[in-house]
T-cell receptor, first 117, second 110 residues
Framework: GAGVSQTPSNKVTEKGKYVELRCDPI?????LYWYRQSLGQGPEFLIY????????DSGLPNDRFFAVRPEGSVSTLKIQRTERGDSAVYLC???????????????FGPGTRLTVL | RKEVEQDPGPFNVPEGATVAFNCTYS??????FFWYRQDCRKEPKLLMS???SGNEDGRFTAQLNRASQYISLLIRDSKLSDSATYLC???????????FGTGTLLAVQP
C-alpha cells in the first residue's frame, strides 16, 4: 500500500519567509510524528500527534514552529520567520497502535529538504 | 551529553567482513530499542528491533545490555548493498518519540 508521503520534496525560501510542509500518513495510522534531520546528524524529534491533538510538542525549538492535524490524518508543519539555521530535512513518520497500548513501528516519509537562503 | 551515542565512523570494510557497531544510551527508563538503516538522501527504515535476549535476522544480530545501557549490531559477511548509515534508536517510556544517535556510516568495499 501507499507509504507516508510528504510535499514538497524540496523547498527553497528566503530568510524571514513563512513555509508550510505537508505530511500524509499511512491510511489508518493514528499516530503522526515530525522530526528534523540536519546534515551529519540523526533525526531529532519535534512533535507527536495522537489523532488530532499534539500529545508531545517538547521538541519544537521555539514558537516560530507550529504543527496541526485538524482531521486526524494530514498534518502541516508551519515555520514562521524562517532562519538559515532552520535548513534541514523535515521527516514525517506515522504508526498504528500496537498491542498492550504500545505503538507499532514508525514508518518514515521521504522528507522535505528545506533550504533557507 | 547526547541521549544516544554512536561512533560516527566511517567504517570501511571489504566485502565478506564482519563488522560491529556499538551504541550507548543515557536514559535508564528507555523501553524499546531499534536499529534503523538510512541510505544517502533517503528516509530511515527499520532494520530490526533489539531485545534483551538478543535477536538475529539473517546476517544481522542485535544485542541489548540493559545494565550497561549498551546496544550492538553485528553484520556478518558484509555485502556492497549493506553500505549505508546505521542509526541506533531508543524509545522512551512515557512517550512514543524516537531518540536517534548520529548514525554510523558503513562503506563496504569490493
Amino acid at each position: 500500500g501507499a507509504g507516508v508521503s510528504q510535499t514538497p520534496s524540496n523547498k527553497v525560501t528566503e530568510k524571514g519567509k513563512y513555509v508550510e510542509l505537508r505530511c500524509d500518513p499511512i491510511s489508518g495510522h493514528t499516530a503522526l510524528y515530525w522530526y528534523r534531520q540536519s546534515l551529519g546528524q540523526g533525526p531529532e524529534f519535534l512533535i507527536y500527534f495522537q489523532g488530532t491533538g499534539a500529545a508531545d510538542d517538547s521538541g519544537l525549538p521555539n514558537d516560530r514552529f507550529f504543527a496541526v492535524r485538524p482531521e486526524g490524518s494530514v498534518s502541516t508543519l508551519k515555520i514562521q520567520r524562517t532562519e538559515r539555521g532552520d535548513s534541514a530535512v523535515y521527516l514525517c513518520a506515522s504508526s498504528s497502535p500496537g498491542r498492550g497500548g504500545s505503538y507499532d513501528t514508525q514508518y518514515f516519509g521521504p522528507g522535505t529538504r528545506l533550504t533557507v537562503l | 551529553r547526547k541521549e544516544v551515542e554512536q561512533d560516527p565512523g566511517p567504517f570501511n570494510v571489504p566485502e565478506g567482513a564482519t563488522v560491529a557497531f556499538n551504541c550507548t544510551y543515557s536514559n535508564s527508563a528507555s523501553q524499546s530499542f531499534f536499529w534503523y538503516r538510512q541510505d544517502c538522501r533517503k528516509e530511515p527504515k527499520l532494520l530490526m528491533s533489539v531485545y534483551s535476549s538478543g535477536n538475529e535476522d539473517g546476517r544481522f544480530t542485535a544485542q541489548l545490555n540493559r545494565a550497561s545501557q549498551y546496544i550492538s549490531l553485528l553484520i556478518r559477511d558484509s555485502k556492497l548493498s549493506d553500505s549505508a548509515t546505521y542509526l541506533c534508536v531508543v524509545r522512551g517510556g512515557a512517550t512514543n518519540k524516537l531518540i536517534f544517535g548520529t548514525g554510523t556510516l558503513l562503506a563496504v568495499q569490493p
